[in-house]
């Protein structure tokens, strides 16, 4: 009798699973239906965006997300403190990874910006935000101070700026941008004075004119001088922006059709399925379809908001911060440049643009948000 009692108060299985249902219905509803949402937008996009080209890209996108949403519950599953603990190796990984590109990296798109080992080939860039934003948290949550010093602050500039110069020698200058917002929004989080944020504005412009003149090619000046004016090389520099115009503008209220467009269809919008995956949606569904994504980007970000305002701790807040704010910034940037105010660089858009180690990264990013949010029930 006293096995059978214990049995049912102590270790009934329904007991055991309690704490693990507790769990799993605190996953935020919000952000995992906008993530599978966009998800299932992106792959019917690559796959009309990529039909009429010579591979089409919907099959290797469908299994980037199938590997994307596995790593999004690995991520989520494992303690974000456990992965804080270990950033510093991951962030050395990182950095090594980086350097690795510089010396056997394989070009694509006139930088040498991707690693292959076997037949693989993954871009180091996007798994070293994530090694980046962890480190960056650990170090800024260990300080328990509300406002931050200047030791402190250039500390932290030197976490992020490290594998940021790396990327853009490779030259990679837009994906070292968006390392960029991933350091302000945790600052901003950590604490800094008005009178340092005007010195780190000054400082940057500095910086950016010194980049400009010693540490661009003529390309990618050339690139911003189209953004500016880009009727003067509607053949060349400004090709995609006049093409992706087109896209976008055709498309109207409704759009065209599933497949219809005739900027992709006919080959006119280059990059199609990765960088201007957003001008080919336009054409097929119009401002009503754009609205749409725009609306579970909406969902995502605010849902995201709320777990890092509800974390159980500072080292919670501040990764849900800097993960967020290289996502946002790659929606900004990227829907931005697809209507012409943006300058064009290599920033595809989150769980739509096709590429494994960017999806990946997605995923990732996603199931570590996740993971904070379901942790804020330990231990109370």
Same mark, same amino acid.
């Given at each position: ?110 930088? $040498? ?116 004016? /880009?009727?003067?090389? /509607?053949?060349? $520099? ?32 280059? $990059? ?69 105010? $943006? /300058?064009?660089?290599?920033? /595809? ?32």
């Amino acid at each position: 009798m006293q096995s059978i009692s214990g049995s049912i108060t102590g270790s009934h299985p329904l007991h055991e699973d309690q704490p693990r249902l507790r769990l799993l219905s605190s996953i935020d509803g919000g952000l995992m239906l906008s993530v599978l949402l966009l998800a299932a937008i992106g792959l019917a996009t690559v796959h009309s965006a990529s039909s009429e080209m010579v591979v089409d890209y919907f099959p290797r996108q469908a299994g980037w997300v199938a590997i994307g949403l596995v790593l999004l519950v690995v991520a989520m599953s494992i303690d974000y403190h456990v992965l804080l603990d270990f950033s510093v190796v991951l962030y050395g990984l990182g950095i090594a990874s980086l350097v690795g590109v510089l010396g056997y990296g394989v070009v694509r798109g006139g930088a $040498a910006n991707w690693l292959q080992i076997g037949p693989w080939q993954f871009q180091p860039s996007e798994f070293a935000k994530l090694a980046t934003c962890l480190f960056l948290a650990r170090y800024l949550a260990g300080l328990n101070a509300r406002i931050l010093d200047l030791r402190q602050i250039l500390t932290a500039i030197f976490i992020v700026a490290l594998p940021m110069v790396l990327v853009a020698v490779e030259p990679d200058m837009g994906g070292a941008a968006m390392f960029a917002p991933l350091l302000i929004g945790t600052l901003l989080v950590a604490g800094v004075r008005v009178r340092l944020l005007v010195i780190a504005v000054v400082t940057g412009l500095v910086l950016v004119s010194g980049v400009w003149t010693f540490g661009m090619k003529a390309y990618q000046r050339q690139r911003v001088m189209t953004f500016l004016a /880009p009727q003067t090389d /509607p053949l060349g $520099a400004g090709y995609q922006v006049r093409q992706s115009k087109i896209a976008v503008g055709s498309g109207e209220l409704t759009g065209k059709g599933y497949m219809q467009g005739t900027q992709s269809q006919l080959r006119f919008l280059p $990059a199609r399925h990765t960088d201007f995956i957003l001008a080919v949606l336009a054409e097929e569904w119009g401002f009503l379809g754009v609205l749409t994504v725009m609306g579970l980007y909406v969902l995502f970000i605010t849902s995201a908001a709320r777990i890092a305002m509800r974390a159980r701790d500072r080292a919670g807040i501040l990764l849900v911060v800097g993960l967020l704010s290289f996502l946002c910034f790659h929606i900004l940037y990227n829907s931005s440049m697809v209507v012409g105010f $943006a /300058p064009i660089t290599g920033i /595809p858009l989150p769980f739509l643009s096709y590429g494994g180690s960017f999806t990946m990264v997605n995923f990732i990013s996603t199931g570590l948000i996740l993971g904070v949010d379901i942790r804020r029930y330990v231990n109370r």
